[in-house]
């Protein structure tokens, strides 16, 4: 059985001000106008079935109070990190990777040849407590990659399971 509209009924944020009149291009559509003043041609079933609430106005805000929540836990998420003593990076803030010019790879660059016919080669390096730490030279990008990641996780994996362990145990509100 079809839903009855009746003029002036609520549904969601909007008002039905209008019923079919006839139009073809109005079939099985009803005249609404939302709480900001959209007026448009809705399809009823949309409006039976809860799809439409608003014109878009209301999703809206809806999705602003969620990006600020999103802001604003990722706020409280990162002055846990610095009360740990641990660079927001490891909780995927800020991830502002220092590619390395030759490579591209962070930690990995070409070590320069004298002549070009030489075959290529790479250092790798890890940067921990502002020290540098030299961690070899290789003959292929892989595995300069890899001793490179060997150590990230040597050296930080601690850190980033501190950090992840603060970004799960933050809550998504203030209560
Ligand atoms: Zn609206």
């Keep these: 059985m079809r839903h009855r509209f009746t003029l002036g009924q609520q549904i969601g944020h909007w008002t039905i001000i209008g019923l079919p009149d006839g139009e073809p291009e109005h ?3 009803i005249r609404c106008r939302c709480v900001c003043g959209t007026i448009r041609w809705i399809y009823r079933q949309t409006l039976t079935n809860g799809t439409s609430r608003s014109c878009g106005c209301r ?4 999705a602003n109070a969620q990006q600020i929540a999103g802001k604003e836990k990722g706020k409280r998420v990162i002055s846990s990190i610095h009360q740990a003593h641990l660079a927001p ?7 502002k ?7 591209g790879v962070p930690g990995v660059s070409l070590i320069p040849t004298s002549s070009k016919s030489a075959p290529p080669r790479y250092r790798a390096q890890i940067n921990v ?3 540098q730490i030299h961690l070899g030279c290789f003959e292929s990008l892989e595995d300069a990659k890899q001793a ?5 996780q040597h050296y930080f994996k601690e850190k980033a399971q501190k950090a992840a362990h603060i970004k799960e145990n933050t809550k998504g509100d203030k209560s």
């Design 27 to 29: 079939k099985n559509k």
């Design 59 to 62: 999703r809206h805000e809806r």
């Design 89 to 95: 990076k490891y909780a995927g803030f800020g991830r």
């Design 97 to 103: 990777v220092n590619r390395n010019s030759t490579t």
């Design 129 to 131: 407590n502002g020290k």
């Design 148 to 152: 490179r990641k060997a150590a990230e």
